[in-house]
């Protein structure tokens, strides 16, 4: 079983930074990719950003420009993502998210969630 925490998250002003840091645990042969999605108030969950093993990152449009994802590779086991120039339509529970391989066969991949950390944005 793999387990992902996310830490970094908090109370910030409109225009600070944040970072976030997840960790994964567990058994854990190979990564293929790690990314943070992010759900506010009555709204559903959305992509933030994911980086995968193959060296591409996708950003959901709204934090383009602002967010920064580390980069993932086979032996990843932790990732952060940089938050700047953050505002109070950033503030959600973020969620960490891992998928890969549990041991050599082709059926032991995983897709683990992290608990979620709340990042609140005031005005």
């Known amino acids: 079983q793999v387990q992902l925490v996310e830490s970094g998250g908090g109370l910030v002003q409109a225009g600070g930074s944040l970072k976030l840091s997840c960790a994964a645990s567990?058994?854990?042969?190979?990564?293929?990719?790690m990314g943070w999605y992010r759900q506010a108030p009555g709204k559903q969950r959305e992509l933030v950003a994911t980086s995968n093993s193959g060296g591409g990152i996708e950003y959901g449009d709204s934090v383009k420009g602002r967010f920064t994802i580390s980069r993932v590779n086979p032996n990843s086991v932790t990732m952060d993502l940089q938050m700047n120039s953050l505002n109070p339509e950033d503030t959600a529970v973020y969620y960490c998210?891992?998928?890969?391989?549990?041991?050599?066969?082709?059926?032991?991949?995983?897709?683990?969630w992290g608990q979620g950390t709340q990042v609140t944005v005031s005005s």
């Open positions: 567990g058994s854990i042969f190979r990564m293929v990719a």
């Open positions: 998210t891992a998928r890969g391989y549990r041991d050599r066969s082709s059926s032991s991949v995983f897709d683990a």
